[in-house]
């Protein structure tokens, strides 16, 4: 074989070998392609599973990506590429200023955020999500914002629901006397209380049973809330006992006013199945402005004692208790 002929034969090798390698390399980018778009479709159908997505901004234009994920959350169809102003328009108004607040300080500071908000999505749907962003930069320019948007509605459903049930009565649906206590504590000079005890209760409970006494409860706590609709805070803090703070009532005239009231609506009679149960109230006044911080408690009580003690079915003020000390502690409860 002469030397072309031996040239011609390696280079013939050469290519087929160039050839192979390049089939190799190309097989390789298609299964790594495939594998890559397996990953992605996986992660999308995860993410989507769990109400979760990827976003990003340019700072820039203002422009979004959104995956499906995201586009699913806001009820926007999958793909699309939406505007801003758009997207911004699903927030509540009060939402919308606290995320462009959080945003600003966010680029600004060229740092991030994590913010739970509230939304409704295009169609209508409301929900919760919480939002994570990362500021990127070029030098100390943002360029853009990228995170996750996920919905947390079922986390917020429960936790307010948990929290409820740390402050609300499961009877009555009033606050219970943990949220009264937490109230008390932090009621101004200028605030006044009312302790109200039920009249006749204990009489329906032994004649008719608990279930009666229960549809009374329930009842009262009714007419408490319509008696006292403008109030502060209106609580069940006992068996039949109950608490209404008003914050601005420095000299108690509108805490009689509505201590009276209060007794005329719980006059009425209540019809229970087929009976007509009577029950009543006395009620205890006292203003903060008369006594120690401390101090309130104690002096509605003697109120509702005086109440009570005077033929019930009727409402006291308290005498200013200038005796007491103005640095005593709450003691709530008899």
């Known amino acids: 074989m002469d030397a072309a002929a031996a040239q011609r034969t390696a280079d013939a090798a050469t290519i087929h070998a160039l050839r ?7 097989d390789l980018i298609r299964s790594q392609a495939a594998a890559l778009a397996w990953d992605r479709a996986i992660f999308e159908q995860a993410s989507t599973a769990a109400r979760i997505g990827l976003w990003e901004c340019d700072l820039a234009s203002e422009s979004l990506r959104w995956s499906d994920g995201v586009c699913d959350l806001f009820e926007f169809p999958r793909g699309t590429r939406p505007d801003r102003s758009e997207t911004l328009n699903c927030y509540p108004e009060e939402a919308r200023r606290r995320l462009v607040a959080v945003r600003t300080e966010a680029i600004a500071k060229r740092s991030g955020f994590t913010l739970d908000t509230e939304i409704v999505g295009r169609l209508g749907s409301p929900r919760w999500i919480r939002i994570t962003a990362t500021v990127e930069c070029r030098g100390e320019v943002p360029m853009r914002l990228f995170g996750l948007k996920q919905d947390i509605t079922f986390e917020k459903l429960q936790s307010d629901r948990a929290r409820h049930r740390a402050e609300f009565d499961y009877l009555t649906g009033l606050a219970n006397r943990a949220l009264f206590e937490s109230r008390l504590a932090a009621i101004p000079q200028a605030g006044t209380l009312l302790l109200v005890d039920l009249d ?4 329906v409970n032994d004649t008719h049973g608990h279930a009666a006494g229960d549809a009374c409860l329930r009842e009262a706590a009714r007419r408490l809330g319509e008696a006292c609709h403008d109030a502060d805070l209106v609580a069940r803090i006992g068996g039949d006992e109950f608490a209404v703070l008003l914050a601005t009532d420095p000299d108690g005239s509108l805490g009689t006013a509505l201590g009276h009231r209060i007794v005329e609506a719980m006059r009425a009679p209540f019809v229970y199945g087929t009976a007509s149960l009577s029950f009543g109230a006395s009620v205890g006044v006292a203003c903060a402005s008369h006594c120690a911080p ?4 104690h002096l509605a009580d003697n109120a509702l004692y005086a109440a009570k003690a005077a033929g019930r079915g009727t409402a006291k003020m308290a005498a200013p208790d200038l005796s007491r000390s103005r640095h005593g502690e709450n003691s709530v409860g008899r």
């Open 20 to 26: 192979a390698e390049l089939a190799l390399r190309n």
């Open 294 to 297: 401390g101090d309130l408690f």
């Open 200 to 203: 006749g209760f204990k009489q």
